[in-house]
């Protein structure tokens, strides 16, 4: 509509103008005019001369691309009666002009002009006509009027026409190709807070989605992070409280019971032996309380504040270190494979503790005078960090459990563990945007730490 709407009024300003120049060039050759015309010797005088000359000029011009090989203004003069008393085209001297509005309403001091069509059949044979006043002390003895067919101006509003129509095109595509991108950037920022909604919807660890020209998406998101964490608050409660109390009914249950048998007569051994009873329940409830606050405090982080180099070899050399006691009570062998060299990107106080964690269940199961083995693996593209121990395998029906909060296989002696070691190390992984794998080898059981490279 914008484009039709221009393209219309091409036509109209260009004639306008044109007028405008017919206006300004019939004043100045009626100015030139007026001696001849007083005196009376316009038909024998040089500007008669000068005119008949202009009809026959050939200007050669080429404006725009196109080209003009014949003058197309026509200039006539008329005296005080109307009669055309000279013509630059040389073919109406003589006749008489009064009843033409551009000559007539000259003559009588308006303005004159007239549109005459040369061709009925043909819309653009019109000829637009503006004639000037001449004036011999302060009295009107003529008319000038110079022609201009409308023909002669078409090629260039033809020419603007097809200009205007190509910058329209243009300019329309660059509107559809920046509404396109606009329409993309705000698809692609929608499509991201909510797949940011659903993985939060889900529980899962997601970095909060960064806008930097869409400030109210970052708003939306700052306020789906603000209810998920209001929401967690309050759901994290009511999960913890109803798994810390299953959980601890057992050992509770076994240190009311050994209590209850103690306050009767007992032999010495059987005193000492529910006495140890109600101390291993007691440690393991301590455990279990410490690890499930660890396991909390590390859940409610959704990334890493900082990221610092871990030496992979000395971390090794401190969880082998501290688990000497327990290797010797089982005369079992360490090893670790790693170059001295490698290190991660990380937060080495959770990743220590996930190693600890991994090397105490490789300790609950590997048997007696067995192996225990750290071997690190690394590449353009990750670390794996792996730790073996020989013994038995892990049932197929609890491979898929195995990071379950509070899943445990029973060990050697017949005791659980609290089911939180494995988990926490998951939880580790993930925050190191990494992956736990474990799966059964010849002869035991091998864990896989996945960790980016520095």
């Known amino acids: 509509m914008v484009s039709k709407t221009v393209i219309l009024e091409l036509k109209p300003t260009v004639r306008q103008t044109t007028e405008e120049t017919l206006v300004d060039m019939a004043n100045l050759l009626a100015v030139l005019a007026e001696q001849d015309v007083a005196n009376g010797n316009m038909s024998e005088s040089r500007f008669a001369k000068l005119l008949s000359a202009y009809g026959q000029r050939d200007p050669l011009s080429h404006i725009w691309g196109v ?3 014949a003058s197309n203004h026509r200039i006539y003069i008329t005296d005080q009666q109307g009669i055309v008393i000279a013509d630059s085209w040389q073919q109406d001297v003589g006749k008489d002009y009064s009843q033409w509005n551009d000559v007539f309403l000259t003559l009588r001091g308006q303005y004159g002009a007239r549109s005459s069509t040369e061709d009925p059949n043909d819309p653009l044979s019109t000829v637009m006509h503006i004639a000037a006043p001449i004036y011999h002390h302060g009295e009107i003895i003529g008319s000038l009027t110079v022609a201009k067919s409308n023909r002669s101006v078409q090629p260039f509003i033809d020419r603007s026409k097809r200009n205007v129509l190509f910058w329209m095109i243009w300019m329309s595509g660059l509107v559809l190709i920046a509404g396109a991108l606009f329409a993309w950037r705000i698809h692609s920022a929608l499509n991201r807070l909510e797949d940011y909604a659903k993985k939060l919807g889900q529980g899962e660890k997601v970095t909060k989605p960064v806008f930097r020209i869409s400030y109210e998406y970052q708003a939306l998101g700052d306020a789906l992070q603000k ?3 209001k929401l967690d608050g309050k759901q994290y409660v009511e999960k913890y409280v109803q798994t810390l109390t299953h959980e601890l009914k057992s050992p509770l249950s076994a240190i009311k019971g050994a209590s209850e048998i103690l306050q009767m007569p007992l032999p010495e051994e059987k005193i000492a032996r529910f006495a140890n009873n109600i101390e ?3 440690d393991r409830m301590l455990s279990l309380i410490n690890n499930l606050l660890e396991l909390t405090r590390l859940e409610q982080r959704p990334q890493l504040e900082t990221l610092e180099k871990i030496s992979i070899a000395a971390a090794l050399d401190d969880v082998v270190l501290a688990a000497d006691a327990r290797l010797s009570a089982k005369a079992a ?9 490698s290190v991660v990107l990380g937060e080495s106080f959770l990743l220590k ?5 991994l090397m105490d269940n490789a300790l609950d199961f590997v048997e007696q005078d067995g192996l225990i083995e750290w071997q690190l693996a690394v590449s353009k593209e990750a670390v794996n960090l792996s730790i073996y121990n020989s ?4 049932p197929d029906y609890a491979m898929p459990r195995l990071t379950e909060r509070f899943y445990s296989l029973p060990r050697e002696n017949g005791v659980k563990s609290s089911g939180l070691g494995l988990n926490f190390v998951d939880q580790v992984m993930k925050l190191h945007k990494g992956s736990l794998q474990i799966k059964n080898v010849s002869l035991g059981v091998k864990v896989t730490l996945n960790l980016a490279t520095t």
């Open 391 to 394: 013994g038995p395998h892990i």
């Open 280 to 282: 291993r329940e007691s």
């Open 67 to 69: 080209g003009e090989k």
């Open 227 to 229: 209810m998920r964490n």
């Open 333 to 341: 062998t360490c090893n670790i494979k790693c170059d001295r060299n």
């Open 353 to 357: 503790q996930a190693l600890y964690n």
